[in-house]
Nanobody, 128 residues
Framework: QVQLVESGGGLVQAGGSLRLSCAASGRTFTSYAMGWFRRAPGEERDFVAAISWSGGSTYNADSVKGRFTISRDNAKNTVYLQMNSLKPEDTAVYYC?????????????????????WGQGTQVTVSS
């Protein structure tokens, strides 16, 4: 079992920045690739970004390229999502998730079914 707890959400004006954190506990953190997803009101859950177990590879959704950066600190069992130049359409509940590493390509980590564990989510609201 892996427990994931997100933090860092809040209310920010358009153009502002937030950094989300996701602290993991339980099984070995480096056994998992990590991802961030989001769900806007009335919408499906969408992929945002993913990072390999080592942190050496990342993959972002087109909608956040150049604005969001995923990173991880394996010594702290934590994954981050730095969000810059936020837009009102970024408003959503943001979830982190852990995918057992099985040499899947980074593109495969777009799929929510790759992930075995999910956090409870943190709300991000961007005002115009």
């Amino acid at each position: 079992q892996v427990q994931l707890v997100e933090s860092g959400g809040g209310l920010v004006q358009a153009g502002g920045s937030l950094r989300l954190s996701c602290a993991a506990s339980g099984r070995t953190f480096t056994s998992y690739a990590m991802g961030w997803f989001r769900r806007a009101p009335g919408e499906e859950r969408d992929f945002v970004a993913a990072i390999s177990w080592s942190g050496g590879s990342t993959y972002n959704a087109d909608s956040v390229k150049g604005r969001f950066t995923i990173s991880r600190d394996n010594a702290k069992n934590t994954v981050y999502l730095q969000m810059n130049s936020l837009k009102p359409e970024d408003t959503a509940v943001y979830y982190c998730a852990a995918a057992p590493t099985r040499d899947q390509g980074m593109g495969a980590l777009r799929a929510s079914y790759e992930y075995a564990y999910w956090g409870q989510g943190t709300q991000v609201t961007v005002s115009s």
